[in-house]
């Protein structure tokens, strides 16, 4: 079971010269990741194009990977918050089985469109270009099982095996380097394969 490990004492305030540059910096690397791709992005090009010190970079960033990792959590932060209070089903007011179809199917949609940003995170010392795993997912699977009447079904165990059913195939299409299906044909063929999973498992 997750246990979640509150920080001691108040949390740090950017400041908010800070917050701007993060600010200026994470939308002028969407900028260049539009016109470029991920490939094309560096430190000093990113740099120049902010209007920045390259000392500004590096130490917000740390290095190219931190870039796309910095983009990565923050649309990560978007996604968990529609899944927290968005519209239904992905967030609340559907049913428990209706939210568990609809968070996988996101989740699978989220990674894959953002294969490119995660692939270009890897700092040389992750195992997969996905990373390690959100905490998100196995909570929210596990709070949505427990909404659900699975008798006497032993919902942590089966909260993991439902969490590596959804992360498996996706960190594989990921770290595959020679893609030979259409990003939008093998994200339909994953999410589907989710919907069938969890409809069979909840199955009254």
């Not at 209070?85 to 953002?114: E, K, N, T, W």
Request: charged share 25%; net charge neutral; glycine share 10%.
């Amino acid at each position: 079971m997750d246990r979640t490990v509150l920080p001691l004492g108040a949390p740090r305030v950017e400041r908010a010269d800070a917050a701007r540059n993060r600010l200026h910096l994470l939308a002028t690397a969407r900028e260049m990741l539009a016109e470029q791709g991920a490939d094309k992005l560096t430190m000093d090009g990113l740099a120049e194009r902010a209007g920045l010190g390259k000392g500004t970079v590096f130490r917000r960033f740390g290095s190219r990977a931190g870039i796309f990792q910095a983009l990565l959590d923050d649309d990560e932060k978007a996604f968990q918050e529609q899944v927290l209070s968005g519209p239904p089903p992905l967030g609340p007011g559907a049913a428990p089985l209706d939210r568990l179809i609809a968070y996988g199917r996101a989740r699978v949609g989220f990674l894959i469109g953002h294969r490119e940003i995660a692939r270009a995170a890897l700092d040389g010392s992750q195992p997969v270009p996905a990373g390690p795993e959100t905490p998100l997912s196995r909570m929210h699977i596990r709070m949505l099982l427990g909404q659900t009447d699975l008798g006497a079904a032993d919902l942590d165990v089966l909260t993991v095996q439902l969490t590596a059913a959804l992360d498996g195939p996706l960190l594989l299409y990921l770290s595959a380097s020679d893609l030979t299906e259409a990003a939008h044909r093998t994200e339909e063929r994953i999410a589907q394969g989710w919907q069938d999973l969890v409809q069979r498992v909840c199955r009254p």
